[in-house]
């Protein structure tokens, strides 16, 4: 998992899924996930992560960072 993004560190999940708002993706449900059930861990088909890096790489490190930070990590499928 890459490290968090400069623009990642420190933002709240409230901050994120701001910026997320005219995201072409759905890594909003990852933000929410994590931030409404404390997980630790996600499961992501790693075609869903081929998508991301493809059509929105700053937004995928961003979200990914931001899961980094939060100790999340994730387990592509």
Same mark, same amino acid.
């Given at each position: 998992?890459?490290?968090? $993004?400069?623009?990642?560190? +420190?933002? &709240?999940?409230?901050?994120?899924?701001?910026?997320? *708002?005219?995201? *072409? &993706?759905?890594?909003?449900? #990852?933000?929410?996930?994590?931030?409404?059930?404390?997980?630790?861990? #996600?499961?992501?088909?790693?075609?869903?992560?081929? $998508?991301?890096?493809?059509?929105?790489?700053? &937004?995928? *490190?961003?979200?990914? +960072?931001? #899961?980094?930070?939060? +100790?999340?990590?994730? #387990? *592509?499928?």
């Amino acid at each position: 998992m890459p490290s968090p $993004a400069p623009s990642a560190i +420190g933002l &709240t999940a409230e901050a994120l899924l701001l910026e997320l *708002r005219d995201s *072409r &993706t759905d890594l909003a449900r #990852l933000v929410e996930a994590v931030s409404r059930d404390q997980f630790k861990q #996600l499961v992501v088909p790693q075609q869903s992560v081929d $998508a991301w890096e493809r059509r929105e790489p700053e &937004t995928w *490190r961003k979200v990914s +960072g931001w #899961l980094a930070e939060r +100790g999340v990590s994730i #387990l *592509r499928a």
